[in-house]
């Protein structure tokens, strides 16, 4: 099971993120759960950046949203 690890970098963006989008901590709990658990699980959309973001992937929140996650 793959293990994702959380930078500094990463816990100021997602504060940041959860203060700007008060209505969403639920579902971005749900979404890191169901990364770590089942990073294949097709509503996650996983998929690798290319350009500046190459070595970063994406994975949806929301139909709506998407993180970037190394």
């Not at 749900?30 to 992937?57: F, I, M, Q, V």
Request: net charge positive; aromatic share 8%.
């Amino acid at each position: 099971m793959p293990e994702i690890i959380y930078t500094q970098s990463y816990i100021r963006k997602a504060r940041k993120f959860a203060r700007r989008h008060p209505d969403l901590p639920g579902q971005y709990e749900k979404t890191l759960k169901l990364l770590e658990a089942n990073p294949s699980h097709p509503s996650l959309r996983l998929h690798k950046l290319t350009g500046r973001l190459d070595g970063l992937y994406s994975v949806s929140i929301l139909s709506l949203l998407s993180m970037t996650t190394p």
